[in-house]
């Protein structure tokens, strides 16, 4: 049996094992290239996973996230912190040879020493997240966002449930074209991962429209168990404040459905202050990433 069959098995008998790192994730994204998976196992019985991607660009080896993925990181069995150590360092001398290696690490993952061992250098990065068991987070709102609200209302915009992803793909793909960004994904790629999402997890997307039902703004959200993923978004320029509006209806719908409101942040300064006005807090996560020719490590912090 190999490694992504024992994976396969490994994750249908747990419950603990997060959508990003489930095999019908990696199967639904991983279409330009290939995901694997480095186990370790103690009498039989795995005891540690890493789930990766592989690729290549410009005839490169690369080593990195499957599109639509912020992060995979490590999945343990149950294991204290020695043992969770030694399986980090099992699973990492298992990773293929790869020219550039970047491995993203959830929040609240710190065992960083035998990635560091093996030459990794570490990259702490931000999240948002918001706490939502506390009574009314809308009471966390900074005082500009309320006005945005106050003002989108009383413009007509509505934010609304919708159950077509193509809305969110194409408000999505309008900002990444104004941002001048190329994204890693199309819409048949996203439709696909979507398919997958109804399948084994929960998705909702609210979507802003004006008074005359123009789609001005759309976020895509993924649940599992109690955490919630602000996962895709996009919208019209111009409309600041559709985009709240949309934001504001998820964190109202989720409030009571779950306990943890994820950003999935960005270090875009404009983009942080976006989420620290809804109250999230700043969650520090962490990129490991190894460079086999040392010139693209050197160009990579230039």
Known sequence: MDAK??????CESRNDVPVFRQPWWLDAVCRDGTWGVCVTEKDGIITGALPYFRTKRWGIS?????PLT?????QFADSGREEALSVIRSLVRQLPRAT???????????????????GFRTMERYTYQLDLTAPEPERLFNTNLRRKLKRARQTGLVCQESDDPDIVFSLNAMSLRRQGV???YD???????????QMHAGRKIFITYD?????????YYVQEDRRVVYYLTGGHN?????????????????QGRAGLFDFEGSMVPGIARFFRSFGGQPVAYYATVKYGVPLLGFLARR
């Open 62 to 66: 690369i080593i990195t996230l499957p």
């Open 100 to 118: 550039v290696v970047r491995l993203y690490h959830p929040p609240g993952f710190k065992m960083l020493a035998p990635f560091e061992q093996r």
């Open 70 to 74: 912020p992060h995979t990181g490590v």
């Open 238 to 254: 111009g409309h600041p404040t559709a985009m709240s509006l949309v934001m504001a209806t998820a964190l109202e719908y989720y």
């Open 187 to 197: 819409r048949e790629l996203f439709r696909r991962l979507d398919e997958a999402i």
């Open 211 to 219: 008074t005359e039902g123009t789609p001005l703004a759309g976020g």
């Open 5 to 10: 069959t024992k994976y396969r098995a490994f």
């Open 182 to 184: 190329r994204a890693r």
